[in-house]
């Protein structure tokens, strides 16, 4: 454990608070960049596959994210058009905002021993990705660009009202809107949807809410209880670069789309994987074929269902495809 590398890691969300704890477990040094005051609210669907049980134990929280009494997710309803695809989970998943989920994973980086730097990282001679005995994690999201008029944008806000263990999703050209339950009984509404259909509103995002009938249904008892919070241009995909020589992990390392709930749990793991590496000084050739293996599966089939949804091919297909095997195929493998 002695001998394990000094790390530093960019942006502290779930994957560079993931990559320090995981890199502490290996006796490495920890110097984590962080800008942002904790905690905030970060624009994501707040599901947790049922997998992070065994991945946040791994890293030494499972305690501490219990302690926060996520709501507990059974169900799950997709709504195309007419037609209505519903299932229940093998396992439970779990709803927790970022807001809470955020704060429990840096708190406990920084009692496990990670020294926390409130100003952005500066490339310098001495703090050189390249000088042995350092590495260094990307785990601060996503950086990509994409044409204007064609981009995506994703949004969200909380709720109060009466909530339920099924995660709804409510799928429109171009876009969708998911609601499901977070702690404190409150209901997360997050989405995306297609620039030109935004703009036609001024990004007024309330109008989406009364697009369909079953949407419009789920959300009247709701009261909203923060503004709407919106980010982007979303760019679908997975694109490490070996010759780098950093360990991209989270959102850094590739953006899977919302829709199909493994994002947050796909923070987890690569941060782990990447902590650990990074610690050991594996080869970053080695560790992007690691993340590849993990991540292939879900990017692969995420975005022929993505192509399935844009030609109007996702509600004739519903029926035909079992909601649990739907599931499974979009999760990361488990390469813990």
Same mark, same amino acid.
């Given at each position: 454990?002695?001998?394990?590398?000094?790390?530093?890691?960019?942006?502290?969300?779930?994957?560079?608070?993931?990559?320090?704890?995981?890199?502490?477990?290996?006796?490495?040094? %920890?110097?984590?960049?962080?800008?942002?005051?904790?905690?905030?609210?970060?624009?994501?669907?707040?599901?947790?596959?049922?997998?992070?049980?065994?991945?946040?134990?791994?890293?030494?929280?499972?305690?501490?994210?219990?302690?926060?009494?996520?709501?507990?997710?059974?169900?799950?309803?997709?709504?195309?058009?007419?037609?209505?695809?519903?299932?229940?989970?093998?396992?439970?998943?779990?709803?927790?905002?970022?807001?809470?989920?955020?704060?429990?994973?840096?708190?406990?980086?920084?009692?496990?021993?990670?020294?926390?730097?409130?100003?952005?990282?500066?490339?310098?001679?001495?703090?050189?990705?390249?000088?042995?005995?350092?590495?260094?994690?990307?785990?601060?999201?996503?950086?990509?660009?994409?044409?204007?008029?064609?981009?995506?944008?994703?949004?969200?806000?909380?709720?109060?009202?009466?909530?339920?263990?099924? %995660?709804?999703?409510?799928?429109?050209?171009?876009?969708?809107?998911?609601?499901?339950?977070?702690?404190?009984?409150?209901?997360?509404?997050?989405?995306?949807?297609?620039?030109?259909?935004?703009?036609?509103?001024?990004?007024?995002?309330?109008?989406?809410?009364?697009?369909?009938?079953?949407?419009?249904?789920?959300?009247?008892?709701?009261?909203?209880?923060?503004?709407?919070?919106?980010?982007?241009?979303? %760019?679908?995909?997975?694109?490490?670069?070996?010759?780098?020589?950093?360990?991209?992990?989270?959102?850094?390392?590739?953006?899977?789309?919302?829709?199909?709930?493994?994002?947050?749990?796909?923070?987890? %793991?690569?941060?782990?994987?990447?902590?650990?590496?990074?610690?050991?000084?594996?080869?970053?050739?080695?560790?992007?074929?690691?993340?590849?293996?993990?991540?292939?599966?879900?990017?692969?089939?995420?975005?022929?269902?993505?192509?399935?949804?844009?030609?109007?091919?996702?509600?004739?297909?519903?029926?035909?495809?079992?909601?649990?095997?739907?599931?499974?195929?979009?999760?990361?493998?488990?390469?813990?």
């Amino acid at each position: 454990m002695d001998s394990a590398s000094a790390v530093e890691i960019i942006g502290g969300g779930p994957a560079g608070c993931a990559a320090a704890l995981s890199a502490r477990q290996q006796g490495a040094p %920890v110097r984590l960049y962080e800008t942002s005051v904790f905690p905030r609210h970060k624009v994501c669907g707040e599901f947790l596959s049922p997998e992070v049980l065994e991945i946040l134990g791994g890293l030494g929280v499972l305690g501490d994210f219990e302690a926060q009494k996520p709501a507990r997710l059974a169900k799950v309803a997709l709504y195309f058009g007419g037609r209505t695809k519903t299932w229940t989970l093998c396992e439970p998943a779990w709803g927790l905002s970022r807001y809470a989920l955020d704060e429990l994973l840096l708190r406990r980086a920084l009692a496990e021993g990670t020294a926390l730097v409130r100003e952005p990282w500066i490339k310098s001679a001495d703090r050189d990705d390249g000088k042995p005995g350092i590495r260094r994690i990307l785990g601060h999201g996503r950086k990509s660009a994409a044409p204007a008029g064609a981009r995506l944008f994703g949004f969200k806000a909380h709720f109060a009202g009466p909530a339920d263990d099924v %995660v709804q999703l409510f799928f429109f050209s171009g876009g969708y809107v998911g609601v499901s339950a977070v702690e404190n009984g409150i209901t997360n509404v997050c989405g995306v949807a297609p620039e030109a259909l935004l703009r036609r509103r001024n990004f007024e995002i309330e109008w989406l809410l009364e697009a369909a009938p079953a949407l419009r249904e789920r959300t009247l008892p709701l009261q909203r209880t923060m503004k709407w919070l919106i980010t982007g241009p979303l %760019v679908f995909g997975m694109n490490p670069d070996p010759a780098e020589q950093v360990y991209r992990a989270g959102d850094a390392l590739g953006f899977v789309d919302p829709f199909t709930g493994s994002g947050i749990s796909a923070a987890l %793991v690569t941060g782990k994987m990447a902590g650990e590496a990074a610690a050991r000084s594996t080869e970053v050739s080695q560790y992007v074929r690691r993340v590849r293996a993990a991540l292939k599966r879900q990017y692969f089939f995420s975005s022929g269902l993505r192509v399935a949804i844009r030609a109007g091919l996702a509600e004739k297909c519903a029926g035909f495809i079992p909601g649990r095997l739907l599931f499974e195929l979009t999760r990361p493998a488990n390469s813990l």
